[in-house]
């Protein structure tokens, strides 16, 4: 079946623009994931939903960032007033909500901001 | 933050050499889990070993978890060209409920044909 789509693949903005990226997880999964990526690290959590609920976003860097998954599916990580540091790759990744279960990760949205 | 550190951070070896990564963490696991990750793609999860298992197989690959260092060792035998690729281990946090993933730094391996 088909895997975990992100898109766009690639995201230019200014700085100062609102942005918005978009994940649509694998069918059925329940846990939806985002995570960011600086570029030579490795990915760090930003917000956890359980269907359409969001259960932690304690990673989140600034209220700046916002995201929902409205109706359970597919989710949408907004980022207002883009700052320089901003710039890095936006991961998704979805599983099933079971105990010990890997998660499938989309190939990211790599935002730049000038 | 990031939760572990993997040692190295990058490793070259000739093809059909073997290649051992280590992975530290700081807290109690559910689980530890190692991806992959292709340059400019998302991470492929390749294995997953739980905080009661100390080694575990799959196909070239041999995991092990020593709970009392906080420690996981990844070996992949018999490397191939496309083995190339940055690996990460994750940590599951002993927190039911929650299953967000805290990931390590990286090793960047590189296989030499």
């Known amino acids: 079946g088909a895997g975990v789509s992100q898109s766009p693949r690639y995201k230019v903005a200014k700085r100062g623009q609102d942005v918005a990226l978009r994940c649509d997880p694998i069918s059925g999964h329940v846990s939806l994931f985002w995570y960011q990526q600086a570029l030579g690290q490795g990915p760090e959590f930003l917000t956890y939903f359980q269907n359409e609920a969001q259960l932690d976003k304690s990673g989140l860097p600034s209220d700046r960032f916002f995201a929902e998954r409205p109706e359970g599916s597919v989710s949408t990580l907004k980022i207002q007033r883009t700052q320089q540091e901003d710039s890095a790759v936006y991961l998704c990744?979805?599983?099933?909500?079971?105990?010990?279960?890997?998660?499938?990760f989309g190939d990211g949205t790599r935002l730049s901001i000038l | 933050s990031q939760q572990g550190e993997e040692d190295p951070q990058a490793l070259s070896i000739q093809e059909g050499e073997n290649a051992t990564m280590n992975c530290s963490y700081k807290t109690s696991i559910n689980n530890l889990q190692w991806y992959r990750q292709n340059s400019g793609r998302g991470l492929v999860h390749l294995i997953l070993?739980?905080?009661?298992?100390r080694e575990k197989h799959s196909g070239r690959l041999r995991v092990t978890l020593d709970t009392s260092k906080k420690s996981s060792s990844l070996l992949i035998t018999a490397s191939r060209a496309a083995d190339t690729a940055s690996y990460f281990c994750?940590?599951?946090?002993?927190?039911?409920?929650?299953?967000?993933?805290?990931f390590g730094t990286g090793t960047r391996l590189t296989i030499i044909p």
């Open positions: 070993i739980r905080s009661n298992e």
């Open positions: 990744a979805s599983s099933l909500q079971v105990f010990d279960q890997p998660q499938h």
């Open positions: 994750a940590t599951d946090p002993f927190n039911f409920g929650n299953e967000k993933l805290t």
